[in-house]
């Protein structure tokens, strides 16, 4: 009789600890998916239709970015764009105006200088972020080795 008992506690320990486990397990999944979902920012009135989002949680910027190439007196084109930066949550252009595009350099082993071409406009926006003073992005995998730096000019868009 003592070893029914015994082995009926055991068996009432196992059960709750599957019911424990499984019920875990479903909570998991169902905030997991959640956790997940794309990100939606409500945009501000005065910023454009085709200013993307970059941030988080905490706020970020919409970013407008094309590509408007200085053409220099020899001829060759200094890679140039159109930089619109608006504050996430007031809608605050942060920035308006050029920027040059400048890439972190890397050694070969041959001791050459070699630097990175400027990507698309949207591989930029693909990882680019506004730290408030420029907008930084990856190229090639290369976490934030591209720069769109803000100068000042008289040149409007």
Do not use: C
């Amino acid at each position: 009789m003592a070893d029914f008992r015994m082995i009926k506690k055991i068996l009432i320990v196992i059960i709750i600890g599957v019911v424990t486990a499984l019920s875990l397990f479903v909570y998991v999944i169902n905030t997991a998916e959640k956790r997940f979902e794309p990100m939606t920012v409500q945009r501000p009135e005065n910023v454009p239709e085709n200013a993307v989002f970059r941030g988080g949680a905490d706020g970020g910027y919409f970013i407008v970015l094309e590509r408007k190439d200085f053409l220099l007196d020899n001829g060759k084109r200094l890679p140039a764009y159109w930089l619109e930066a608006y504050d996430s949550f007031s809608g605050v252009a942060e920035f308006k105006g050029m920027g040059i595009f400048v890439s972190d350099r890397e050694m070969s082993v041959d001791g050459k200088v070699y630097y990175y071409d400027p990507p698309s406009e949207s591989e930029i926006l693909s990882t680019g972020y506004f730290n408030g003073s420029d907008l930084e992005f990856d190229i090639d995998g290369h976490h934030n080795v591209g720069r769109i730096i803000p100068i000042n000019t008289d040149i409007s868009h």
